[in-house]
């Protein structure tokens, strides 16, 4: 079944530690994106990448980068974790395929940086 | 860039009432307009969205108008029931490409 997938669901790390937040994509979609949530439900883009090789940042400013090798890969890395970086992140995938739009999200990542 | 605003913020109902959550935008070449409902601790999920060539899209219990020459799309619920419960997003966008997100309503359905 097509879907989008994000590893690991919760993570509890300390400050200063590296981490790589996991999303794939089994629907072959050029278009993936990367959203923070803030607790108080708000979802902000902050990196985009719109095929393999090709990454943007979003409209709210991050610390973290992205890297887009595989069309069904789109990691997240923060290289030094700090509280301020506690927050839900969200990984979704589009494209636009015989008239229909598809966009979808996987179920996220709840990071907490202690 | 654009700018989505989503009202109101809450919204509380009886079960079998009906529910309607606006939102206006700002940048006339967005032409998609999803709706996603998020659950505690899921991912948004698309409950109906609309494009610019169409002005209404009913899917059940769920209706989505669209007035392009005030830039407002609204989302309907009618005969709420309480697993209706949740975070509604409306988004904005060109061609289903970067999301503009409201601010969220959480409707809470009573019985």
């Known amino acids: 079944e097509a879907d989008i997938y994000q590893t690991p669901r919760y993570l509890v790390i300390g400050t200063g530690k590296k981490i790589t937040l996991e999303c794939s994509q089994t629907m072959g979609h050029d278009k993936m994106y990367w959203y923070q949530q803030d607790p108080g439900m708000e979802l902000h883009l902050i990196h985009y990448s719109y095929g393999v090789n090709s990454t943007e940042k979003g409209d709210l400013s991050s610390e973290s980068t992205v890297s887009r090798i595989r069309t069904e890969h789109f990691p997240l890395t923060l290289e030094s974790a700090r509280p301020s970086h506690t927050s839900q992140y969200l990984c979704a995938s589009s494209e636009y395929r015989q008239g229909r739009y598809g966009y979808t999200f996987g179920s996220g990542t709840r990071l907490t940086v202690v | 860039g654009e700018n989505v605003e989503q009202h109101p913020s809450t919204l509380s109902v009886q079960e079998g009432d009906s529910a309607v959550i606006k939102c206006t935008y700002s940048?006339?070449?967005?032409?998609?307009f999803p709706w996603y409902k998020q659950e505690l601790g899921k991912g948004p999920q698309l409950i109906i969205d609309?494009?610019?060539?169409?002005g209404e899209k009913k899917d059940q219990r769920i209706a989505v108008t669209l007035n392009k020459t005030a830039k407002h799309f609204s989302l309907h619920i009618t005969e709420t029931q309480p697993e209706d419960s949740a975070v509604y997003f409306c988004?904005?966008?060109?061609?289903?490409?970067?999301?503009?997100f409201g601010t969220g309503t959480r409707l809470q359905v009573t019985l």
């Open positions: 609309i494009r610019s060539n169409v």
């Open positions: 988004a904005a966008s060109i061609a289903a490409s970067k999301l503009t």
């Open positions: 940048d006339s070449a967005s032409n998609y």
